[in-house]
Protein backbone atom coordinates (compact mmCIF):
# COMPACT_ATOMS: atom_id res chain seq x y z
CA UNK A 1 0.00 0.00 0.00
CA UNK A 2 1.22 3.46 -0.78
CA UNK A 3 1.88 6.41 1.53
CA UNK A 4 -0.92 8.87 1.50
CA UNK A 5 -0.79 12.81 1.86
CA UNK A 6 -4.05 14.14 3.30
CA UNK A 7 -4.56 17.70 2.78
CA UNK A 8 -7.54 20.76 3.28
CA UNK A 9 -8.10 22.93 0.46
CA UNK A 10 -10.41 26.08 1.02
CA UNK A 11 -12.71 26.77 -2.10
CA UNK A 12 -14.90 29.65 -2.23
CA UNK A 13 -17.98 27.91 0.18
CA UNK A 14 -16.58 24.67 1.22
CA UNK A 15 -13.23 23.13 2.41
CA UNK A 16 -11.94 20.13 0.04
CA UNK A 17 -10.70 16.82 1.94
CA UNK A 18 -8.30 15.37 -0.23
CA UNK A 19 -5.49 12.60 -0.52
CA UNK A 20 -2.56 11.83 -2.45
CA UNK A 21 -0.63 9.20 -3.39
CA UNK A 22 2.28 8.32 -5.82
CA UNK A 23 4.47 9.65 -8.31
CA UNK A 24 3.78 10.52 -11.82
CA UNK A 25 1.87 11.63 -14.51
CA UNK A 26 -1.49 13.67 -11.85
CA UNK A 27 -4.74 11.50 -12.01
CA UNK A 28 -7.73 13.11 -10.58
CA UNK A 29 -10.18 10.77 -9.28
CA UNK A 30 -13.52 12.38 -9.07
CA UNK A 31 -16.15 10.32 -6.75
CA UNK A 32 -19.45 9.22 -7.14
CA UNK A 33 -22.83 9.99 -5.24
CA UNK A 34 -21.53 8.73 -2.00
CA UNK A 35 -18.87 11.76 -2.47
CA UNK A 36 -16.37 10.24 -0.49
CA UNK A 37 -12.69 9.42 -1.33
CA UNK A 38 -12.19 6.13 0.42
CA UNK A 39 -13.94 3.50 -1.47
CA UNK A 40 -10.93 4.35 -4.57
CA UNK A 41 -8.12 3.44 -1.86
CA UNK A 42 -7.75 0.25 -3.38
CA UNK A 43 -7.62 1.62 -6.91
CA UNK A 44 -5.74 4.59 -5.88
CA UNK A 45 -3.17 2.12 -4.21
CA UNK A 46 -2.81 0.17 -7.14
CA UNK A 47 -2.68 3.22 -9.48
CA UNK A 48 -0.06 4.75 -7.54
CA UNK A 49 2.51 3.11 -9.07
CA UNK A 50 2.48 4.85 -12.32
CA UNK A 51 0.36 8.37 -11.40
CA UNK A 52 0.25 10.84 -8.73
CA UNK A 53 -3.51 9.73 -7.82
CA UNK A 54 -5.48 12.31 -6.00
CA UNK A 55 -8.89 11.15 -4.06
CA UNK A 56 -11.07 13.84 -2.36
CA UNK A 57 -14.59 14.09 -0.63
CA UNK A 58 -16.98 16.19 -2.87
CA UNK A 59 -18.42 19.42 -1.36
CA UNK A 60 -20.76 18.55 1.11
CA UNK A 61 -20.00 15.35 1.77
CA UNK A 62 -18.23 13.43 4.26
CA UNK A 63 -15.14 15.41 5.25
CA UNK A 64 -15.53 18.39 2.63
CA UNK A 65 -18.43 21.08 4.80
CA UNK A 66 -19.29 23.56 2.44
CA UNK A 67 -20.23 27.29 4.40
CA UNK A 68 -22.61 28.75 2.27
CA UNK A 69 -26.55 28.03 0.74
CA UNK A 70 -26.23 24.94 -2.14
CA UNK A 71 -28.03 26.22 -5.17
CA UNK A 72 -29.01 22.47 -6.65
CA UNK A 73 -29.06 24.31 -10.44
CA UNK A 74 -25.51 25.02 -9.84
CA UNK A 75 -23.92 21.84 -8.24
CA UNK A 76 -21.87 20.48 -11.26
CA UNK A 77 -20.59 23.57 -12.58
CA UNK A 78 -19.48 24.36 -8.94
CA UNK A 79 -18.25 20.82 -8.29
CA UNK A 80 -16.15 21.34 -11.72
CA UNK A 81 -14.86 24.55 -9.96
CA UNK A 82 -13.76 22.50 -7.56
CA UNK A 83 -11.91 19.50 -9.31
CA UNK A 84 -10.00 22.45 -10.75
CA UNK A 85 -8.68 24.57 -7.95
CA UNK A 86 -7.96 21.15 -6.88
CA UNK A 87 -6.05 20.46 -9.87
CA UNK A 88 -4.08 23.77 -9.61
CA UNK A 89 -3.44 23.42 -5.96
CA UNK A 90 -1.97 20.17 -5.74
CA UNK A 91 -0.43 19.45 -9.62
CA UNK A 92 1.70 21.49 -12.45
CA UNK A 93 0.52 21.34 -15.91
CA UNK A 94 -2.32 18.87 -17.36
CA UNK A 95 -3.89 16.24 -15.61
CA UNK A 96 -6.01 12.83 -16.66
CA UNK A 97 -9.24 12.47 -14.71
CA UNK A 98 -11.42 9.19 -13.81
CA UNK A 99 -14.94 10.39 -13.43
CA UNK A 100 -17.59 7.49 -12.02
CA UNK A 101 -21.49 8.17 -11.56
CA UNK A 102 -21.53 11.72 -10.57
CA UNK A 103 -18.39 11.64 -10.74
CA UNK A 104 -18.15 11.23 -14.16
CA UNK A 105 -20.83 14.03 -15.32
CA UNK A 106 -18.39 16.48 -12.93
CA UNK A 107 -15.97 15.28 -15.79
CA UNK A 108 -17.83 15.77 -18.70
CA UNK A 109 -18.17 19.73 -17.45
CA UNK A 110 -14.67 20.34 -16.40
CA UNK A 111 -13.76 18.88 -19.86
CA UNK A 112 -15.75 21.42 -21.34
CA UNK A 113 -14.89 24.39 -18.80
CA UNK A 114 -11.09 23.58 -18.80
CA UNK A 115 -9.82 21.14 -21.93
CA UNK A 116 -6.55 22.93 -21.98
CA UNK A 117 -5.81 22.03 -18.09
CA UNK A 118 -6.33 18.30 -18.64
CA UNK A 119 -5.04 15.21 -20.67
CA UNK A 120 -7.62 12.39 -20.80
CA UNK A 121 -10.79 12.33 -19.22
CA UNK A 122 -12.13 8.90 -18.51
CA UNK A 123 -16.10 9.52 -17.83
CA UNK A 124 -17.36 5.80 -16.35
CA UNK A 125 -21.30 5.16 -16.48
CA UNK A 126 -22.49 8.84 -15.55
CA UNK A 127 -26.99 8.92 -14.61
CA UNK A 128 -27.31 11.02 -17.38
CA UNK A 129 -30.90 10.83 -18.16
CA UNK A 130 -30.81 13.86 -20.26
CA UNK A 131 -29.14 12.31 -23.09
CA UNK A 132 -31.32 9.18 -24.01
CA UNK A 133 -34.17 8.49 -26.13
CA UNK A 134 -36.81 8.24 -23.39
CA UNK A 135 -34.84 11.21 -20.99
CA UNK A 136 -38.66 12.39 -20.22
CA UNK A 137 -39.08 8.96 -18.56
CA UNK A 138 -35.84 8.93 -16.49
CA UNK A 139 -36.05 12.63 -15.42
CA UNK A 140 -39.50 11.58 -14.35
CA UNK A 141 -38.36 8.32 -11.96
CA UNK A 142 -36.02 11.12 -10.77
CA UNK A 143 -38.44 13.70 -9.48
CA UNK A 144 -40.93 10.57 -8.00
CA UNK A 145 -37.47 9.37 -6.15
CA UNK A 146 -37.01 12.71 -4.62
CA UNK A 147 -40.96 12.52 -3.61
CA UNK A 148 -40.31 8.84 -2.31
CA UNK A 149 -37.75 10.20 -0.10
CA UNK A 150 -39.19 13.33 1.18
CA UNK A 151 -42.90 11.15 1.86
CA UNK A 152 -41.10 7.69 2.98
CA UNK A 153 -37.63 8.33 3.73
CA UNK A 154 -34.48 7.42 2.73
CA UNK A 155 -34.95 3.60 2.95
CA UNK A 156 -38.15 3.23 0.62
CA UNK A 157 -36.36 5.77 -2.00
CA UNK A 158 -32.89 3.38 -1.56
CA UNK A 159 -34.92 0.31 -2.53
CA UNK A 160 -37.37 2.36 -5.03
CA UNK A 161 -33.92 3.33 -7.08
CA UNK A 162 -32.17 -0.04 -6.73
CA UNK A 163 -35.02 -2.00 -8.32
CA UNK A 164 -35.52 0.61 -11.20
CA UNK A 165 -32.32 1.47 -12.02
CA UNK A 166 -31.03 -2.12 -11.78
CA UNK A 167 -28.43 -1.80 -9.32
CA UNK A 168 -28.30 -4.84 -7.56
CA UNK A 169 -24.74 -7.46 -7.34
CA UNK A 170 -21.82 -7.60 -4.87
CA UNK A 171 -20.96 -3.63 -3.88
CA UNK A 172 -17.92 -4.60 -2.00
CA UNK A 173 -14.24 -4.88 -2.33
CA UNK A 174 -11.99 -7.69 -2.74
CA UNK A 175 -11.59 -9.48 1.04
CA UNK A 176 -7.95 -8.44 0.73
CA UNK A 177 -8.70 -4.52 -0.06
CA UNK A 178 -11.42 -4.73 2.71
CA UNK A 179 -11.04 -1.78 5.33
CA UNK A 180 -10.28 -2.46 8.98
CA UNK A 181 -13.56 -2.75 11.38
CA UNK A 182 -12.53 0.64 12.68
CA UNK A 183 -12.04 2.14 9.68
CA UNK A 184 -15.16 0.60 7.83
CA UNK A 185 -17.56 1.63 10.29
CA UNK A 186 -16.18 5.37 10.35
CA UNK A 187 -16.74 5.33 6.79
CA UNK A 188 -20.41 3.94 6.75
CA UNK A 189 -21.32 6.49 8.97
CA UNK A 190 -20.39 9.30 6.86
CA UNK A 191 -21.94 7.37 3.64
CA UNK A 192 -25.57 7.33 5.99
CA UNK A 193 -25.26 11.20 6.06
CA UNK A 194 -23.89 11.56 2.66
CA UNK A 195 -27.51 9.75 1.40
CA UNK A 196 -29.02 12.79 2.82
CA UNK A 197 -27.19 15.29 0.95
CA UNK A 198 -27.70 13.29 -2.64
CA UNK A 199 -31.13 13.47 -2.00
CA UNK A 200 -31.86 16.88 -1.14
CA UNK A 201 -29.31 17.96 -3.75
CA UNK A 202 -28.12 15.49 -6.54
CA UNK A 203 -30.71 12.95 -6.92
CA UNK A 204 -32.88 15.29 -9.30
CA UNK A 205 -30.16 18.17 -10.92
CA UNK A 206 -27.41 15.65 -11.61
CA UNK A 207 -29.51 13.25 -14.64
CA UNK A 208 -31.08 16.30 -15.52
CA UNK A 209 -27.62 17.99 -16.73
CA UNK A 210 -27.25 18.78 -20.24
CA UNK A 211 -24.00 18.38 -21.33
CA UNK A 212 -23.27 21.12 -24.25
CA UNK A 213 -22.61 18.78 -27.54
CA UNK A 214 -20.43 21.29 -29.27
CA UNK A 215 -17.67 21.38 -26.85
CA UNK A 216 -17.78 17.63 -26.14
CA UNK A 217 -17.24 17.05 -30.42
CA UNK A 218 -14.38 19.55 -30.36
CA UNK A 219 -12.63 17.97 -27.42
CA UNK A 220 -13.71 14.20 -28.12
CA UNK A 221 -10.32 13.43 -28.78
CA UNK A 222 -9.73 13.90 -24.65
CA UNK A 223 -12.40 11.75 -23.66
CA UNK A 224 -12.87 8.50 -23.41
CA UNK A 225 -16.88 6.71 -22.26
CA UNK A 226 -16.97 3.84 -20.34
CA UNK A 227 -19.04 1.15 -18.98
CA UNK A 228 -18.85 -2.33 -17.05
CA UNK A 229 -18.58 -5.07 -18.86
CA UNK A 230 -21.70 -6.43 -16.58
CA UNK A 231 -23.48 -3.86 -16.69
CA UNK A 232 -24.37 -3.69 -20.43
CA UNK A 233 -28.38 -4.49 -19.79
CA UNK A 234 -28.22 -1.77 -16.89
CA UNK A 235 -29.49 1.75 -17.00
CA UNK A 236 -26.11 2.91 -15.82
CA UNK A 237 -24.53 1.72 -19.37
CA UNK A 238 -26.97 3.42 -21.48
CA UNK A 239 -26.53 7.31 -20.96
CA UNK A 240 -22.81 6.81 -22.29
CA UNK A 241 -23.85 4.61 -24.72
CA UNK A 242 -26.18 7.43 -26.48
CA UNK A 243 -23.42 9.92 -25.76
CA UNK A 244 -21.13 7.62 -27.72
CA UNK A 245 -23.80 7.42 -30.60
CA UNK A 246 -23.67 11.47 -30.56
CA UNK A 247 -20.08 12.27 -30.51
CA UNK A 248 -19.30 9.43 -32.78
CA UNK A 249 -16.97 7.76 -30.24
CA UNK A 250 -16.92 3.56 -29.09
CA UNK A 251 -17.77 2.69 -25.80
CA UNK A 252 -14.63 1.02 -23.68
CA UNK A 253 -15.75 -1.69 -21.22
CA UNK A 254 -14.26 -1.71 -17.62
CA UNK A 255 -14.42 -4.79 -15.63
CA UNK A 256 -17.15 -5.25 -13.11
CA UNK A 257 -20.32 -3.47 -13.04
CA UNK A 258 -21.42 -0.03 -11.74
CA UNK A 259 -18.90 0.26 -9.23
CA UNK A 260 -16.44 -1.93 -10.66
CA UNK A 261 -13.96 0.07 -9.60
CA UNK A 262 -14.50 -1.01 -6.14
CA UNK A 263 -15.36 -4.86 -6.77
CA UNK A 264 -12.20 -5.30 -9.23
CA UNK A 265 -10.11 -2.84 -8.04
CA UNK A 266 -6.74 -4.34 -9.62
CA UNK A 267 -8.49 -5.27 -12.76
CA UNK A 268 -10.06 -2.03 -13.14
CA UNK A 269 -6.35 -0.10 -12.59
CA UNK A 270 -4.97 -2.30 -15.01
CA UNK A 271 -7.73 -1.23 -17.64
CA UNK A 272 -7.49 2.39 -16.80
CA UNK A 273 -3.62 2.16 -17.20
CA UNK A 274 -4.14 0.93 -20.73
CA UNK A 275 -6.76 3.30 -21.69
CA UNK A 276 -4.33 6.17 -20.65
CA UNK A 277 -1.41 4.96 -21.78
CA UNK A 278 -1.98 3.75 -25.24
CA UNK A 279 1.00 2.55 -26.74
CA UNK A 280 -0.38 -0.90 -26.89
CA UNK A 281 -3.70 -2.48 -27.48
CA UNK A 282 -5.88 -3.01 -24.33
CA UNK A 283 -5.93 -6.41 -22.96
CA UNK A 284 -9.05 -8.07 -23.72
CA UNK A 285 -11.45 -8.76 -20.93
CA UNK A 286 -12.39 -12.00 -19.95
CA UNK A 287 -15.80 -13.38 -21.18
CA UNK A 288 -16.02 -10.08 -23.00
CA UNK A 289 -18.22 -10.77 -25.88
Known sequence: MSSVRHGALEVPGARLYFEVRGDGPPLLCVPTGNGDATPFGPLADTLATRHTVITYDRRGFSRSPVF????????????????????????????????????????????????????????HEPPLASVLPDAEHWLAFYDNLYLTYRERGIEAAREMFRAHVGLAGETRPPRDAQLPPDALAQLQARLRRNQVFWFEHE???????????????????????????????????RPNQALARLLGLTMVDFPGGHVGHVTHPYEFADRLVDVLHPRREPAPLTGQA
Do not use: K, M, N, W
Request: charged letters at 25%; one cysteine or more; glycine letters at 6%.
Open 203 to 237: TRTFPAYRPDPVLLRRYAAQLVLAGGSTSREQYAY
Open 68 to 123: EAVVDHRRVEVDARDARHLLDHVVDGPADVFGTCSGGIVALALLQAHPHRLRTVVV
